[in-house]
């Protein structure tokens, strides 16, 4: 199949992606097959048997046993057919193999983490290897949100206080949309990322080279965590205010709490407004922003500090 997709779907990613999408052309073209044929039929029985004079009758026609048990026996085979298939594929959908690599998924208002074994971990683009089963274990730390790859086929509600899952294994390397199909805010359509599809080779690579620190120097490495951990969705630097203060010149300035009282921003108050927002909120904003506590390790927060100062 075309690799770059049809009127109804991306292109196939995924080993169960052809599965899904026969199905689906199944359960589109029958219906269709059967409107044409029973509407077909009407009008040309209708016509067949109209009445064509003053004197003739049409035919007093009864019931036919030998009919209606074939139209009652034909449709019910083929609901059999459709429940069968769907539940095989739904099944294979659901078990992950045993040998499928972990990666922890987490979603928040408004953006997706994760988290790879060896302490990797990226924000709203999940990197895996192709040709290698890959099962999610995802959970919220807000509201309900739903993970879901179009050129994967796969879709899941990621829901606070318990864990669902979703596997998959891709069939090419590449770049692969990522989104939220639940309503979650005012943020939801930001909630967008990138599945990054590469060898074997490069993902273990790349591994390595992201399980700890980063060789850049600290502004540097900041500004990459600043779009990186997408803090740039709610904070922009121009020195407009978005969903929260701006960053411009975000570093020693007075701001204004809503308990009333007046700081100064500094380290300090960097580090606890990205461990526990909701703590210390500046006048004029919602406490909506969510805890990076678990998601950014120490020496990302001292790199972020660092960019931050650099803001001007
Ligand atoms: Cu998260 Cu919509």
């Given at each position: 199949?075309?690799?770059?997709g049809?009127?109804f779907f991306p292109g196939q990613s995924y080993?169960?992606a052809?599965?899904v999408d026969?199905?689906?052309?199944?359960?589109?073209?029958?219906?269709?097959?059967?409107?044409?044929?029973?509407?077909?039929?009407?009008?040309?029985?209708?016509?067949?048997?109209?009445?064509?004079?003053?004197?003739?009758?049409?035919?007093?026609?009864?019931?036919?046993?030998?009919?209606?048990?074939?139209?009652?026996?034909?449709?019910?085979?083929?609901?059999?057919?459709?429940?069968?298939?769907?539940?095989?594929?739904?099944?294979?959908?659901?078990?992950?193999?045993?040998?499928?690599?972990?990666?922890?998924?987490?979603?928040?208002?408004?953006?997706?983490?994760?988290?790879?074994?060896?302490?990797?971990?990226?924000?709203?683009?999940?990197?895996?290897?192709?040709?290698?089963?890959?099962?999610?274990?995802?959970?919220?730390?807000?509201?309900?949100?739903?993970f879901f790859i179009p050129g994967f086929r796969v879709k899941?509600?990621?829901?606070?206080?318990?864990?669902?899952?979703?596997?998959?294994?891709?069939?090419?390397?590449?770049?692969f949309d990522l989104f939220?199909t639940?309503?979650?805010?005012?943020?939801?359509?930001?909630?967008i990322?990138?599945v990054?599809?590469?060898?074997?080779?490069?993902?273990?690579?790349?591994?390595?080279?992201?399980?700890?620190?980063?060789?850049?120097?600290?502004?540097?490495?900041?500004?990459?965590?600043?779009?990186?951990?997408?803090?740039?969705?709610?904070?922009?630097?121009?020195?407009?205010?978005?969903?929260?203060?701006?960053?411009?010149?975000?570093?020693?300035?007075?701001?204004?709490?809503?308990?009333?009282?007046?700081?100064?921003?500094?380290?300090?108050?960097?580090?606890?407004?990205?461990?526990?927002?909701?703590?210390?909120?500046?006048?004029?904003?919602?406490?909506?922003?969510?805890?990076?506590?678990?998601?950014?390790?120490?020496?990302?927060?001292?790199?972020?500090?660092?960019?931050?100062?650099?803001?001007?």
């Amino acid at each position: 199949m075309d690799p770059n997709g049809t009127l109804f779907f991306p292109g196939q990613s995924y080993t169960i992606a052809s599965d899904v999408d026969a199905l689906f052309y199944f359960v589109l073209y029958l219906p269709i097959f059967f409107f044409i044929l029973v509407t077909g039929g009407s009008f040309f029985f209708a016509w067949k048997y109209r009445r064509k004079g003053k004197d003739t009758f049409t035919p007093g026609i009864a019931n036919h046993t030998g009919l209606e048990i074939f139209w009652t026996v034909i449709p019910t085979i083929l609901v059999f057919i459709i429940f069968v298939w769907g539940f095989k594929t739904y099944l294979t959908m659901n078990v992950p193999p045993s040998n499928a690599m972990e990666i922890k998924v987490t979603g928040q208002k408004w953006f997706w983490s994760f988290n790879y074994k060896d302490g990797a971990s990226t924000t709203n683009e999940l990197v895996v290897p192709v040709n290698e089963p890959v099962n999610l274990l995802m959970s919220s730390k807000d509201v309900i949100h739903s993970f879901f790859i179009p050129g994967f086929r796969v879709k899941m509600d990621v829901l606070p206080n318990r864990y669902t899952t979703l596997w998959f294994e891709a069939t090419e390397t590449g770049e692969f949309d990522l989104f939220c199909t639940e309503y979650c805010g005012k943020g939801h359509s930001e909630m967008i990322g990138k599945v990054k599809v590469v060898t074997e080779d490069e993902y273990n690579k790349w591994l390595t080279s992201n399980s700890g620190g980063s060789d850049l120097p600290p502004e540097q490495w900041g500004a990459e965590l600043f779009k990186g951990k997408a803090c740039f969705s709610c904070h922009i630097i121009d020195g407009n205010p978005s969903v929260g203060p701006t960053f411009k010149g975000i570093f020693g300035r007075e701001e204004k709490l809503t308990n009333g009282s007046t700081i100064k921003v500094d380290e300090n108050y960097i580090r606890k407004s990205i461990l526990e927002p909701q703590a210390e909120v500046v006048v004029g904003f919602q406490p909506i922003m969510p805890t990076y506590q678990g998601v950014l390790k120490d020496d990302e927060i001292d790199a972020l500090i660092a960019y931050l100062k650099t803001v001007k």
